[in-house]
């Protein structure tokens, strides 16, 4: 049996990380088993649907990485994809249950799925033999007094037709299930394999909003997150390779895919440990592709940031690229390499004040750098020229780095300081540290 599996979002917003990681795990089975994976929207609620929605899903899904053998814009067997282009076919399986005696009509028109009323023993991939109680529940509607299809009975006729063979979605349609196989079987039709995993929940266990931060596949476009990452991410939200690895590819994953490796437990979504996994696809990048990511959303940016049009500015990304979790991340860093008029920070100016003698620390750090020559101004003279400024102090050389930074970057953070010294020059480092010193002294000390 040829396996063929389908995401089938519903166009009324954006796409949810839920979703996406929906559509990947069925991604992933059908690649892993050389099935089919195909894309359906669920299009059947006029009032909500946008087609700036679908365009969002459609979107997402290919920034994800994501191809759909059957779908939107793509020719297949079983067209057309859009439920509100299906009609025809659902008013030929309401007559098959009509005919077989299996509905009966309310006084308000609405039409219902006369229930069997039987205890349903789902045999479900991830989380085992589910009973599902039928025999208390009324019976469902299946076709509105306007004409309509509820959600069950469409779904369930797309499957038949669409011949999908596993159901991957998540677990709280597991109860839905119970009245899907009540509608395959009064259709005399096999249903599909079941596998519903774990809920994607906040990290204080409420189910995730759509006003919640990084609920949505678009907040990671319009970041500029690496698709690799927030796949990976995702990925690990329900699924474990079970060897403690976190950083893999799809290609890694693909061969993993097996129901044993999924989990139980409902998954706790951390924007933080995504940010994470971004950082780490970052600092693999190669040069040219990370300069090109740069350079491409430096482009875009108005007001433009200072060294965007520098011809030092890809002399400088190699700096900046081990720092960031994020592409946007890399202005704050652009001030403080090219804008040697940029004021002290704030709170590098506090954390300053707290030191003793702190005029004292910065003339005489000033003056051993002014006494490196300039054809000598690398990392490591630099490190001697603190060395010697702190012996002369009797401090320790880390207690100068901090004043140091703050002079030459006017922040209390940042790129690595011996190396963006060696970057910056003697003659620019020095010119900053001369405007920077009366900006941290304590005011009776200026």
Known sequence: ?????????????????????????????????????????????????????????????????????????????????????RGHIYDAYFQKLVDAGHTYTEENGAVRFRSPREVIVLPDKICGDVKIDRTQEPDMTIRRPDGSYIFHFVNVVDDIEMKITHVIRGEDHIFNTGKHIELFRAFGAEPPVYAHIPLILNEDASKMSKRDQGASIQYYMEKEFLPAAVANYLCLLGWSPKDNREILGIDEIMPLFLWENMNHSNAKFDLEKCRWFNAQYLAKLDAPSFDHLVIAWLLKQTPSLPGTDD?????????????????????EHLIMLFDGGAPVAEDARTKLAGQPDIAKRLETLKTHLEAVPTPDWKADAIQEAVAAAAKELAVKPGALMFPLRVLATGQAHGVDLLPALEWLGKAETLQRAAARIPQCLPASAS
């Not at 011809?311 to 202005?331: C, F, H, N, Y």
């Open 1 to 85: 049996m040829s396996v063929r599996v389908r995401f089938a979002p519903s166009p009324t917003g954006y796409l949810h990380v839920g979703g996406a990681r929906t559509a990947l795990f069925n991604w992933l089975f059908a690649r892993r088993e050389g099935g089919v994976f195909v894309l359906r929207v669920e299009d059947t609620d006029a009032a909500r649907n946008t087609a700036a929605a679908q365009a969002a899903i459609v979107d997402g899904l290919r920034w994800l990485g994501l191809d759909w053998d059957e779908g939107p814009e793509k020719s297949g067997p079983h067209e057309p994809y859009y439920q509100s282009q």
């Open 311 to 331: 011809p030092r500015l890809v002399s400088a990304l190699p700096l900046i690229q081990p720092k960031i979790k994020g592409i946007p991340e890399v202005a």
